[in-house]
């Protein structure tokens, strides 16, 4: 029986719960576990980790560790309980007054987190927001494979918006070119799993191989690499240029970069694996 007459339900070594009782009793039974708050034999007050709470006039006994915990006027009253509004808020362990659905929501947000949810639904498009193809003649001002794909007018190598360096014969090194390039012009990316990925509506799909062995040498003696891109436009088909002097290309219908022959000056070269990204305009 506690201090106000009222029978408690049941009493653990840890603590106790209440379902009957003054309001402000209930809440406090309501609110703790039975770990955060014991009744002391004899006069049924609550022991609450770091004070006393009397269910009868519904506050500490003991003054509030803090001087005042910024929750308004009330926090100053270093004696009352959930800043007197103790239907809506709760104080577990007597030092801090909080909403009691937070403590809801969050183990909502946990339990969506590990069971996979997600509030971003998934991508549903096979294009997405790709453009109709773009028939471009080879010419000295004209963009090369990267621009081509990235939706640029001017030759750029990956990596030069971006001031980063990249090993040309290396397709992790280069894809990490193009995502701080990309990013670095405020659009989105991401790499996805193939030809046949869905991307979300504002993205279009590229994908990226390079040489991982030299097609030659310059005049310095430093080994010559490459690297080359493809883009799917809206058809699904997908399309290419080759450096700044080839016309751009348009593969079949059912031609991926999976099954294009990926050649360099008509010859098959670029050998690494193909990385795909999901990118937006």
Known sequence: ????????????????AITTGLPSERNLGNNLNTTQAVVVPGDGLYYCQ??????????WLNADGLVTTGQGVLSFNMYAYCNNNWVNLSDP?????FLAILAVVAVVAVVASLSGCSSKPAPTSNVGAAKPYND???????????????????????GDKSNTTIKVNEAKSVAKGVTKDLKKSNRSVRTVSGPDALV?????????????KPFGMYADGS???????MVQTNTG???????????????DFGMTPD???WTLGGQKYYDSEIIYFGISH
């Open 93 to 97: 362990k007597g030092t801090f007054a």
């Open 259 to 261: 099954n294009i022959p």
């Open 223 to 229: 080994y010559a690499y490459d690297y080359h891109f």
């Open 50 to 59: 770091s004070r006393y709470y009397d269910a009868v006039v519904g506050r």
């Open 136 to 158: 471009i003649k080879g010419g000295s001002n004209t963009p090369n494979c990267y621009a081509y794909a990235v939706e640029e007018s001017k030759a750029s190598n990956p």
């Open 1 to 16: 029986v506690s201090s106000a007459g009222y029978t408690v339900t049941s009493i653990t070594s840890g603590g106790t």
């Open 200 to 212: 979300f509506e504002d993205e279009y799909k590229i994908a990226l191989r390079v040489g991982t």
């Open 237 to 251: 088909q997908w399309a290419e240029k080759h450096g700044t002097g080839g016309d751009s290309v348009l593969w």
